[in-house]
């Protein structure tokens, strides 16, 4: 992480990962190389994932960065077919004028938008939602991140090992029927 905290966003406020592009059999879900993301992106620009970002908080408050992206949000909120995806479609709808530094591909693999091969050189796994497979998240982290299971496994039995509110504790109570 501290190699996101030391990165150089070039000026801009913030720092997002854009989506995914060499999984090549997702082509026709890309919804940002269509319609109205692709004539507002346009060739210069990139559609970013919200999955994983970072700040540079001086310069986001110099340029006032919140302030312009809630006023856009009201402007935008008004019409309902409007920022399905609101934690990437705002700042993505509005990098025209203020700017995202596209971090490098592999801050956030995605199995969905990233092809395997790319994979070796991820450093956050995104357990994104697949149009094709519908496979859930859970099933999805089990089988793509080999420690899922046994950390799954462990919190299940801290769980299971939670001491028992005494204040809940039925065991003193008349009411229940004894064998």
């Not at 801290?158 to 109570?173: A, C, F, G, I, Q």
Request: glycine letters at 4%.
């Amino acid at each position: 992480m501290k190699e996101l905290v030391d990165l150089d966003l070039h000026g801009a406020p913030y720092g997002y990962t854009p989506m995914g592009d060499s999984r090549k059999e997702m082509e026709g879900f890309r919804f940002w190389k269509q319609g109205y993301w692709a004539k507002l992106l346009g060739d210069d620009m990139k559609y970013h994932i919200s999955a994983l970002y970072v700040i540079d908080l001086q310069k986001f408050r110099s340029i006032g960065a919140g302030d312009r992206l809630r006023q856009h949000y009201h402007a935008l909120s008004a019409d309902p077919n409007s920022l399905s995806n609101l934690d990437q479609d705002l700042p993505n709808d509005l990098q025209d004028r203020i700017k995202i530094y596209s971090l490098p591909q592999e801050w956030l693999w995605c199995e969905t938008w990233c092809d395997d091969e790319s994979l070796k050189k991820a450093k956050t796994i995104d357990l994104c939602n697949n149009p094709l497979t519908k496979e859930p998240k859970l099933d999805r982290a089990r089988r793509q991140i080999p420690e899922w299971v046994e950390y799954d496994t462990e919190i299940a039995n801290l769980l299971s090992d939670k001491p028992v509110d005494e204040s809940t504790d039925d065991s003193n109570s008349d009411d229940h029927d004894e064998l």
